[in-house]
């Protein structure tokens, strides 16, 4: 059996910190918190749950506080969670398990990351991110803000199919999230100001940051200066330039952003946001065969293990949504019928598609 150290980094954490950690009891041989100016009780639940606590000064830098953290480990093995992250109790027990199993062969855990759900609880959209690296590698965090774990030695990972959640408490979730992104633009922007350059992984979140915070012409800039970098990767690729297409739809210029959804075709086969969005060009000119035939695309994706962010309702609701327009257009009434009751499975109290429903079935 391995030994586990979770390493946190967390400031006025007081609505979730217990939440997280009860969430993995069990789990971890020691726990250690590295506080970075918490005022409120977030010290206070962290030693109740037995914890190793460190303070750090802030110095706009999530990367150094998380290799703080690192270094204050004791046990072959590093776990790292943010407050706000939880364990269902089914993955607790896969995690348990494997703790139990895993071959001290391998050097590294990944877990899928469940990072935002739509109001009927349904992932939009989700990630797979390293959790557990063994001590001895020395991995290292990068990057100011979205840091990234690596190490210069060759290692051998495990893929789980362990699910981390992301989660806020309901009540404060649009405010917190409004106020980490504005606050993670402001830590790029004063790095920028200070005169450091970005790095890829750096520039890369920095658009989207910019993006985040509506700055649609700015993230364009930065979006572009990414895809001129050499060696990206493709899946780097295509994302940036579904980002990209996304701002020049939202400023109106949009054979801009067809001209990047086709460029799109040079790279890769069709990812599902592209092909909705080539779904679209001809359902505006009422091309409704064509149409289903680009949704249906959409949906024949399985892909749902990735290292980049996945957004689902590209691959779910939304063309199922669209398909159920396109057959009856076509006077497929019954496949028009089979897809808006397919959105109901992801958006049960959807009124326009229950009125669809039963249209449709006085019709058949």
Known sequence: MIRISLCMIVKNEEDTLDRCLSSVKGVPDEIIIVDTGSTDATKEIAKKHNARIYDFEWIDDFAAARNFSFSKARKDYIMWLDADDLLLPEDRQKLLNLKERISPKIDAISMIYHTLFDEHGNVVTSVRRIRIVKKIHDFKWHGFV??????????????????????KPEDKMNKAEEGKTGRNLQIYERHLKAGKELSKHDLFHYSRELHSNKRYDDAIVYYEQFLELEDIELQHRLFVMHKLASCYHIIGNIDKERE???????????????????????????????????????????????????QLPFRT??????????????QKYHDSLFHNKKVLEYQPNDEATMKNIKMLEGLI
Do not use: M
């Not at 609701?317 to 057959?327: E, N, R, S, T, V």
């Open 317 to 330: 609701w939304l063309p199922h949504k669209q398909l159920g327009l396109c057959y009856f257009h076509l």
């Open 260 to 310: 990047i959804t086709f460029e799109s075709l040079k790279w890769d086969v069709p990812h599902p946001s592209f092909s909705c969005r080539i779904a679209e060009w001809f359902l505006e000119k009422e091309h409704y065969a064509q149409a289903a035939y680009w949704y249906e695309q959409a949906l024949n994706d399985k892909a749902e293990d990735t290292w980049l962010i996945d």
């Open 146 to 167: 979205h840091e990234d774990l690596t190490t210069e030695e060759p290692y051998k990972y495990f893929d789980s199919d362990i699910i981390v959640t992301h989660k």
